[in-house]
């Protein structure tokens, strides 16, 4: 899978303040834990991916990154990981599969990573609640009708949403994904929004600037 927005928007926006150990769920090819790796400069990052191929591509990813003293890939889904990681950690993301149904793409790779097969919502959320910390967070990207369903799904696993970032791709667009923080206590929800860009294409907005300019070569 291709480098897409939504782990981008995810890697920037997620709170790296105070985290000295993070967990990526589903890390792919790692670019996730990298971007983490270069935001939170004394973290150790783990990821955790349940394909093979795609774990090893974070492995070789990971070791040429100027960070790769402090990032490594397990080959495992999370729903073992759980049982054997002695880590607790401040920082959980995941840009996780969110079709729960429907017509299976031809491609095996891409169905993996879309469908919630290998690792349905409440998976993710018991092995979030269980892996972080009393004061951790966790955050995810998911488009904005999956987003609404899995935030008043976290309810469930006692993990409440504290923040919130509606994402447009262009002014008067509909909200197209969602950007949550989930903690264990209830906090008041801070909202916030976020359009990527102008009319024109690649005329980024301010704000996306502001938010990912660090992350990419050239914008």
């Excluded at 891409?110 to 690792?119: A, G």
């Excluded at 907005?205 to 300019?213: G, H, I, N, P, R």
């Amino acid at each position: 899978m291709k480098i897409g927005t939504d782990g981008i928007l995810l890697g920037a926006w997620a709170d790296v303040s105070g985290a000295g150990t993070i967990l990526d769920i589903g890390t792919g090819t790692g670019v996730i834990a990298i971007i983490l790796a270069q935001r939170a400069e004394q973290a150790i990052i783990h990821g955790v991916e349940i394909e093979p191929d795609a774990c090893e591509q974070a492995n070789e990813n990971m070791q040429r990154s100027p960070w790769a003293i402090r990032l490594t890939a397990f080959p495992s889904p999370i729903q073992d990981f759980v049982h054997s990681s002695k880590t607790k950690y401040d920082l959980i993301v995941s840009n996780p599969p969110f079709f729960s149904g429907g017509t299976f793409s031809s491609s095996q790779d891409k169905t993996s990573v879309r469908h919630t097969i290998k690792l349905p919502h409440g998976d993710l959320l018991t092995g979030a609640r269980n892996l972080l910390k009393k004061d951790g967070k966790f955050c995810a990207i998911l488009p904005h009708l999956e987003g609404l369903r899995f935030k008043e799904m976290a309810g469930n696993y006692n993990l409440f949403c504290s923040r919130m970032m509606e994402v447009r791709s262009k002014p008067g667009k509909p909200i197209e994904r969602l950007l949550l923080q989930f903690e264990r206590d209830i906090k008041p929800l801070v909202k916030e929004e976020l359009t990527i860009q102008h009319e024109s294409h690649n005329n980024w907005t301010q704000e996306f600037l502001a938010l990912t300019s660090d992350l990419y070569a050239s914008l």
